[in-house]
């Protein structure tokens, strides 16, 4: 309904010996103008709809034209944080899960993933 233009997704495991499997996801997704604060807007939704376990509004990494984070942790242990982005009409999501990750790798690896966009 926003008007997809194309879009990727990638993932990369770990699976570290005796732990929980870590994983990094990034989507990105290409969007008309017009509608790239309506896909924005609609980050936090999606990411509750998932799971009924809340988020927790981490700082803003301040990347993009505009830019969120989130973290949800699980009882057993295991973290998922999420930071979201847009620029020139592009939409990226990217989630950071398992155990022994922290917020700052991943903010490290959102702004590399913001500089590619031209």
């Known amino acids: 309904g926003f008007g997809l233009l194309d879009g990727i997704t990638a993932g990369f495991y770990l699976e570290p010996p005796g732990g929980y499997l870590i994983h990094l996801?990034?989507?990105?997704?290409?969007f008309p103008l017009e509608n790239i604060e309506k896909v924005f807007a609609a980050t936090k939704t999606s990411l509750d709809a998932i799971s009924s376990t809340p988020l927790e509004d981490l700082p803003n990494p301040n990347i993009g034209d505009q830019s969120?984070?989130?973290?949800?942790?699980l009882g057993?242990?295991?973290t998922f944080y999420y930071i979201a982005f847009?620029?020139?009409g592009?939409?990226?999501?990217?989630?950071?899960?398992g155990t022994g990750i922290n917020y700052n790798?991943?903010?490290?690896i959102a702004k590399k993933a913001v500089e590619k966009i031209k």
């Open 25 to 30: 996801t990034q989507l990105l997704l290409h």
């Open 86 to 88: 847009i620029k020139k």
């Open 90 to 97: 592009y939409y990226s999501s990217l989630e950071f899960s």
């Open 68 to 73: 969120v984070a989130f973290k949800r942790s």
């Open 105 to 108: 790798d991943l903010e490290y």
């Open 76 to 78: 057993d242990g295991r």
